[in-house]
């Protein structure tokens, strides 16, 4: 069964970049990345950026034009560079896989990386 692992968070002021990276670890039949998440405390948890299968991205307006999300499906990583970055961005961020198995979706969260955004 695969794991999924996030990394790249941390302290940053505001107008600084990150690049936070997400792991699968393990073989996985059918299973696929689909995007960035971000929960800031006392709030409910959003999606920041989705990316298909056939590669087409969304992006949440708050993000739209600081944010980049990307993967390398040979390396089974999913990225996200996050430029431009305001205060209002601090939060975990998560990163989300799905695996389709009999129609049914299995869904696989890493335990998140803590981005910090403040002078």
């Known amino acids: 069964q695969g794991q999924v692992a996030e990394s790249g968070g941390g302290l940053v002021q505001p107008g600084g970049s990150l690049r936070l990276s997400c792991v699968l670890a393990?073989?996985?039949?059918?299973?696929?990345?689909t995007g960035w998440y971000r929960q800031a405390p006392g709030k409910e948890r959003e999606l920041v950026a989705r990316?298909?299968?056939?590669?087409?991205?969304n992006y949440a307006d708050s993000v739209k034009g600081r944010f980049t999300i990307s993967r390398d499906n040979a390396k089974n990583t999913l990225y996200l560079q996050m430029d431009s970055l305001k205060p209002e961005d601090t939060a975990v961020y998560y990163c989300h896989w799905q695996q389709i198995v009999a129609g049914s979706i299995i869904h696989y969260w890493g335990q998140g990386t803590q981005v910090t955004v403040s002078s």
């Open positions: 393990g073989s996985i039949f059918s299973i696929s990345p």
């Open positions: 990316i298909r299968t056939d590669g087409r991205t």
